[in-house]
């Protein structure tokens, strides 16, 4: 917090240094800071037990900061002999870098038209054949002299041995190619002349010979990229969000019209997070896809599969996809008991429980960090103004008395998420005034419209009971008291 001790030393929220340490933008959870930077470090998975908003998302992103950039490309590679079962390939960083050099070894030499032979710059449509003037081979009619570029590609005496050495090299003559002969010092070489804009690429033996070897690869896909994020939040995703899947197409059986299944192949997050962290929040809520996860996690590798049974796709399987990541599983204390046995068997084997914290002392040390978060609220908005050491105490006072409502005496809430939202609501109140700062009038106008829908209800009709019996049609008063009783829930009399 740099040379500042404590709040009145601070003009405005602006002053207050945030930490470029993602870590340390975490306010009060010491122990989850301190063991998501080891996981990270160490490649083990976290389970984050705690109510929504204390910062169990911020963690998880945090720890991609700390951890390796992906070193491994993932591809699908077309199987021309088992076109529904394509290979997986995967590329280190030195093998896309030597293949990238390799890719610019058969581009070739280009150069000008005027540097090409005279037959070869006039058979591309460079060189007029009548005056001898230069223009681009896209203009048909010589701008110069205004009469027809275009020659007979057939003339020529050895025009047919051309053609039969460059079917040899995997090339014909066209209007976009001439194929000829030159001399390099003793040596009689084929060289290939191709256009390229509004200049010539030349192509020698090697490259030639380079440029067919690459042509007879299998084509590929590249589906999980080098240069992806580390993080990948996978909170609330479907099941072929998850897992992968393999597109439809309703040419799919037909070689000539559809697209080759290859093509058709989309990783899923478990593969995405390939060397980096998979973060699932409420990860309860995926049910039964907790067993993909756990496969995933002891496989390290995950098959992708058509997920429809009336797709094209359906037929397609690519096996032994890499899925070596981190997994940031996040849940509610009420949802533990949900998590699958196996899965969670899984973390702890590997990794660390952690129960977050809902509130910490009030002690000037942590009104600080209070501050802190306050200044990296507004940050992250970007909308709103900064804030006033008198607002900003209203603030840690409301943190103060939220934690009481946990039964947290002499503490401050972390349930932060609430408090965020209460500062941009200040923040719209200064916009709205033209308030180069957030006041202390602001933050109070806020508090007085920024409270939940219940407490709203329990203020206006005296209780949850009540608002259901006045506004509830006679038929949902029944399926809502056998949904939930709340004439038996003491919270909302």
Same mark, same amino acid.
């Given at each position: 917090?740099?040379?500042?001790?404590?709040?009145?030393?601070?003009?405005?929220?602006?002053?207050?240094?945030?930490? $470029?340490?993602?870590?340390?933008?975490?306010?009060?959870?010491?122990?989850?800071?301190?063991?998501?930077?080891?996981a *990270?470090? #160490?490649?083990? %998975?976290l389970?984050?037990?705690?109510?929504?908003?204390?910062?169990?998302?911020?963690?998880?992103q945090?720890?991609?900061f700390?951890?390796?950039?992906?070193?491994?490309?993932?591809?699908?590679?077309?199987?021309?002999?088992?076109?529904?079962?394509?290979?997986?390939?995967?590329?280190?960083?030195?093998?896309?870098?030597?293949?990238?050099?390799?890719?610019?070894?058969?581009?070739?030499?280009?150069?000008?038209?005027?540097?090409?032979? #005279?037959?070869?710059?006039?058979?591309?449509?460079?060189?007029?054949?009548?005056?001898?003037?230069?223009?681009?081979?896209?203009?048909?009619?010589?701008?110069?002299?205004?009469?027809?570029?275009?020659?007979?590609?057939?003339?020529?005496?050895?025009?047919?041995?051309?053609?039969?050495?460059?079917?040899?090299?995997?090339?014909?003559?066209?209007?976009?190619?001439?194929? #000829?002969?030159?001399?390099?010092?003793?040596?009689?070489?084929?060289?290939?002349?191709?256009k390229?804009?509004?200049?010539?690429r030349?192509?020698?033996?090697? $490259?030639l010979?380079?440029?067919?070897?690459?042509?007879?690869?299998?084509?590929?896909?590249v589906?999980?990229?080098?240069?992806?994020?580390?993080?990948?939040? *996978?909170?609330?995703?479907?099941?072929?969000?998850?897992?992968?899947?393999?597109?439809?197409d309703?040419?799919?059986?037909?070689?000539?019209?559809?697209?080759?299944?290859?093509?058709?192949?989309?990783?899923?997050?478990?593969?995405?997070?390939?060397?980096?962290?998979?973060?699932?929040?409420?990860? $309860?809520h995926?049910? %039964?896809?907790?067993?993909?996860?756990?496969?995933?996690?002891? &496989?390290r590798?995950?098959?992708?599969?058509?997920?429809?049974?009336q797709?094209?796709? *359906?037929?397609?399987?690519?096996?032994?996809?890499?899925?070596?990541?981190?997994?940031?599983?996040?849940?509610?204390?009420?949802?533990?008991?949900?998590?699958?046995?196996?899965?969670?068997?899984?973390?702890?084997?590997?990794?660390?429980?952690?129960?977050?914290?809902?509130?910490?002392?009030d002690?000037?040390?942590?009104?600080?960090?209070?501050?802190?978060?306050?200044?990296q609220?507004?940050?992250?908005?970007?909308?709103?103004?900064?804030?006033?050491?008198? *607002?900003?105490?209203?603030?840690?006072?409301?943190?103060?008395?939220?934690?009481?409502?946990?039964?947290?005496?002499?503490?401050?809430?972390?349930?932060?998420?609430?408090?965020?939202?209460?500062?941009?609501a200040?923040?719209d109140?200064?916009?709205?005034?033209?308030?180069?700062?957030?006041?202390?009038?602001?933050?109070?106008?806020?508090?007085?419209?920024?409270?939940?829908?219940?407490?709203?209800?329990?203020?206006?009709?005296?209780?949850?009971?009540?608002?259901?019996? #006045?506004?509830?049609?006679?038929?949902?008063?029944? &399926?809502?008291?056998?949904?939930?009783?709340?004439?038996?829930?003491?919270?909302?009399?």
């Open positions: 917090m740099g040379s500042y001790v404590n709040l009145n030393d601070y003009p405005d929220t602006s002053y207050v240094k945030i930490p $470029t340490n993602p870590l340390d933008r975490v306010i009060g959870q010491p122990e989850a800071v301190r063991l998501a930077l080891l *990270a470090k #160490q490649r083990r %998975n389970l984050l037990v705690g109510p929504p908003g204390v910062g169990k998302s911020m963690i998880a945090a720890m991609s700390y951890i390796e950039r992906p070193r491994e490309e993932i591809r699908v590679v077309h199987n021309p002999v088992y076109p529904e079962t394509p290979f997986i390939e995967v590329k280190t960083i030195d093998e896309i870098e030597k293949e990238k050099n390799e890719l610019n070894s058969i581009e070739g030499q280009i150069i000008d038209p005027k540097d090409a032979p #005279q037959n070869v710059a006039e058979r591309l449509g460079y060189r007029c054949p009548h005056c001898g003037f230069y223009s681009p081979p896209t203009e048909n009619i010589c701008p110069n002299c205004n009469n027809s570029k275009i020659i007979n590609s057939a003339q020529g005496p050895f025009n047919d041995v051309f053609n039969v050495i460059g079917v040899a090299f995997g090339v014909n003559n066209t209007n976009d190619r001439v194929t #000829q002969t030159r001399r390099i010092g003793d040596k009689e070489e084929i060289v290939v002349y191709e390229f804009g509004d200049k010539i030349v192509l020698d033996e090697k $490259t010979e380079k440029r067919r070897k690459m042509e007879k690869k299998s084509p590929s896909k589906i999980v990229p080098i240069d992806r994020n580390p993080f990948v939040l *996978a909170t609330g995703a479907s099941e072929t969000e998850l897992l992968g899947d393999v597109r439809h309703p040419y799919g059986g037909h070689p000539q019209l559809g697209t080759l299944p290859y093509e058709r192949v989309v990783a899923g997050a478990v593969h995405m997070a390939h060397e980096g962290v998979l973060f699932i929040d409420e990860i $309860t995926l049910g %039964n896809l907790q067993r993909f996860i756990l496969t995933a996690m002891q &496989e590798k995950f098959p992708i599969i058509g997920r429809n049974p797709s094209a796709g *359906a037929s397609v399987r690519v096996d032994d996809v890499p899925t070596d990541f981190i997994l940031v599983a996040a849940c509610n204390i009420q949802d533990l008991q949900y998590i699958l046995s196996p899965l969670r068997s899984r973390i702890i084997g590997n990794g660390y429980e952690i129960l977050m914290e809902i509130a910490m002392p002690n000037p040390q942590n009104r600080l960090k209070y501050l802190q978060f306050i200044a609220e507004i940050n992250i908005d970007g909308k709103i103004p900064h804030m006033t050491m008198d *607002a900003a105490r209203i603030i840690i006072e409301e943190g103060r008395r939220r934690a009481k409502e946990d039964h947290k005496e002499n503490s401050l809430t972390l349930r932060l998420r609430e408090l965020g939202g209460l500062i941009r200040a923040g109140m200064a916009v709205e005034k033209q308030h180069k700062l957030i006041e202390k009038d602001d933050v109070k106008e806020a508090l007085s419209l920024y409270i939940p829908v219940e407490e709203k209800i329990k203020k206006y009709y005296g209780s949850m009971y009540n608002a259901m019996n #006045q506004e509830a049609t006679g038929s949902q008063k029944g &399926e809502y008291n056998t949904y939930y009783n709340y004439n038996d829930d003491r919270t909302y009399q």
